[in-house]
């Protein structure tokens, strides 16, 4: 069966997110963005770009988005010491040039940081930070220290002095750009500095003097206790559908999980299959072949709300499923949304007679395994995490976690999932995270009613959550579970498990393979045995 041609072109809604090393050629679009960013300061001159990456090009980063450039942060490597005058940001910084850097220093001093305005509200100070945190882990750097502004205080200058407001903004009271942004990334406040920078005159010259521990951090001649560990987060939303008056409506119900799932970090969120049909509440009441075509008309505005949110909220969003048209067939299609911008998609390849008699759906062309910053990935829509060959097959490309967006309608139909999920787990030593939707579509032919119960799933092993259950969200309730998954620990138990399903089969018996031209529907699998 041939790869189906769509009907729109996927990169019309993909983002190229891109974090890396600055460089020289980067000047001028520095520049332009500083003078954007602080119209009242003056911006970096050549010299002290080029003096900055020749003593230390590791500490300056950049973010582009589709080929321009829209953040970037700078910084240097000091020795720690209390008489050192932080106070002073021309001596702490050399006026910008860093020869004042030493390689072997134990604190990550910050410069500056600055997002493009067009993108603020994308959290790409965030990915700054966090760039700079995973340089201090690889350098076994001890701390970071930054020189914060308070670009908001010179709106209550006249009324408070900046103690105060800096009282007010951690509590909550006031939303600084700034300081409310490096408090959120784990920066903890250690005093405040007047005359830091006189020419920053909406800081009114202060800047706070803040710090961030690294607590991988181990001293020279100290062993490191701590096991090794590859954690990724993952949120699987349970998801209640209910009627909505638009497709607004719905992408503000979507837009709070991910609001949700930023806030805690995840590197994943997944989404239940065809959570879109909610968008049928509000189409024309249609026979259902039909309905499910007219919903397919949205996925150009899903496409680019999935993206939006992704990049935004620093998540790979696992969309649940979608209704698409490719080659005037109807397919039932999760995608991947990358927090990078970029875009993946599996096709549902098991049809369930009741998709085939209400609404017409066709089986995909093959099993993806999808490459993404924590690793291989693989999706399997609901029915597909039924046949055993689709698992052993991902795993043998690579995967390590499987995605199940499923919806079922009964407790039958989501026992069939979850056991089928959990046996997946011990026979390939992987994780799986599945999520569904709760909640009535009344007047929804074959989407009215719902039943599930969302959960993160583990090998059955003594090192792994009991019962195999890393989260599990209570029966149809509108929720998100959320749970940290180690890729290190799955790989130890596969090569010293109390049992090792995966190296123990017996290929000299058996063996299951992906047949070179997937077969359509109405052909029998094949396998070999």
């Known amino acids: 069966m041939s790869t189906p041609t769509p009907d729109f072109d996927v990169s019309n809604f993909e983002r190229e997110l891109i974090l890396r090393n600055m460089r020289l050629e980067d000047y001028d679009s520095m520049v332009e963005m500083q003078l954007a960013c602080f119209p009242d300061m003056q911006p970096w001159t050549r010299e002290q770009v080029e003096s900055q990456l020749a003593h230390f090009p590791e500490g300056q980063i950049v973010i582009e988005c589709d080929g321009k450039l829209v953040a970037s942060s700078s910084s240097l490597l000091l020795h720690y010491d209390d008489d050192l005058e932080w106070h002073d940001y021309k001596k702490i910084a050399d006026s910008g040039f860093i020869r004042n850097h030493q390689p072997t220093g134990d604190t990550l001093y910050g410069i500056e940081i600055m997002?493009?305005?067009?993108?603020?509200?994308?959290?790409?100070?965030?990915?700054l930070y966090d760039a700079r945190k995973e340089l201090c882990r690889s350098r076994n750097i001890e701390q970071?220290?930054?020189?914060?502004?308070?670009?908001?205080?010179?709106?209550?200058?006249?009324?408070?002095?900046?103690?105060?407001?800096?009282?007010?903004?951690?509590?909550?009271?006031?939303?600084?750009?700034?300081l409310t942004a490096q408090i959120a990334n784990g920066f903890s406040l250690q005093g405040l500095i007047p005359n830091y920078l006189p020419t920053d005159l909406q800081s009114c010259g202060y800047a706070t003097f803040l710090e961030w521990r690294n607590l991988d951090y181990v001293s020279a001649g100290k062993r490191r206790f701590?096991?090794?560990v590859r954690p990724v987060r993952i949120g699987a939303v349970q998801y209640q559908m209910r009627a909505v008056k638009d497709f607004e409506e719905f992408a503000q119900q979507a837009r709070y999980f991910v609001d949700v799932a930023g806030d805690y970090k995840c590197d994943f969120l997944l989404f239940p299959e065809l959570f879109t049909t909610q968008l049928l509440s509000f189409l024309p009441n249609e026979r259902p072949g039909q309905a499910a075509r007219t919903l397919a008309e949205y996925t150009p505005q899903y496409l680019e709300l999935f993206s939006h949110l992704a990049v935004k909220f620093d998540t790979n969003i696992i969309g649940g499923s979608h209704f698409v048209i490719e080659d005037e067939r109807?397919?039932?299609?999760?995608?991947?949304?990358?927090?990078?911008?970029?875009?993946?998609?599996?096709?549902?390849?098991?049809?369930?007679?009741?998709?085939?008699?209400?609404?017409?759906?066709?089986?995909?062309?093959?099993?993806?395994?999808?490459?993404?910053?924590?690793?291989?990935?693989?999706?399997?829509?609901?029915?597909?995490?039924e046949f055993p060959?689709?698992?052993?097959?991902?795993?043998?490309?690579?995967?390590?976690?499987?995605?199940?967006?499923?919806?079922?309608?009964?407790?039958?139909?989501?026992?069939?999932?979850?056991?089928?999920?959990?046996?997946?787990?011990?026979?390939?030593?992987?994780?799986?995270?599945?999520?569904?939707?709760?909640?009535?579509?009344?007047?929804?032919?074959?989407?009215?009613?719902?039943?599930?119960?969302?959960?993160?799933?583990?090998?059955?092993?003594?090192?792994?959550?009991?019962?195999?259950?890393?989260?599990?969200?209570?029966?149809?309730?509108?929720?998100?579970?959320?749970?940290?998954?180690?890729?290190?620990?799955?790989?130890?138990?596969?090569?010293?498990?109390?049992?090792?399903?995966?190296?123990?089969?017996?290929?000299?018996?058996y063996n299951v393979t992906e047949t070179p031209?997937?077969?359509?529907?109405?052909e029998a699998s094949s396998l070999e045995a």
């Open 115 to 127: 997002v493009h305005s067009d993108l603020r509200g994308m959290r790409l100070s965030r990915r």
């Open 144 to 178: 970071m220290i930054v020189g914060g502004r308070i670009p908001g205080y010179h709106l209550h200058a006249d009324e408070m002095k900046a103690s105060e407001y800096i009282d007010r903004v951690i509590d909550k009271t006031f939303f600084d750009p700034v």
């Open 226 to 228: 701590r096991r090794t």
């Open 330 to 385: 109807l397919y039932n299609v999760a995608f991947l949304f990358h927090r990078d911008g970029g875009i993946d998609k599996q096709y549902k390849l098991h049809i369930t007679p009741s998709e085939r008699k209400w609404w017409g759906v066709a089986g995909g062309p093959g099993i993806e395994v999808i490459q993404t910053d924590c690793g291989p990935v693989c999706i399997q829509v609901c029915y597909d995490i």
């Open 389 to 509: 060959e689709v698992s052993r097959i991902a795993v043998q490309k690579g995967a390590q976690l499987i995605f199940v967006p499923f919806n079922t309608d009964n407790r039958h139909g989501y026992l069939r999932v979850r056991t089928c999920a959990a046996a997946r787990c011990v026979e390939n030593h992987v994780y799986v995270a599945i999520a569904g939707c709760t909640g009535n579509l009344p007047f929804c032919e074959n989407a009215d009613i719902h039943y599930a119960q969302s959960a993160v799933l583990t090998p059955l092993d003594v090192t792994f959550a009991r019962e195999g259950i890393g989260a599990e969200a209570n029966p149809n309730v509108e929720t998100v579970v959320i749970y940290d998954v180690d890729l290190e620990l799955l790989r130890r138990h596969r090569e010293q498990g109390s049992v090792q399903n995966w190296n123990d089969r017996r290929l000299d018996l």
């Open 517 to 522: 031209e997937q077969p359509t529907n109405d």
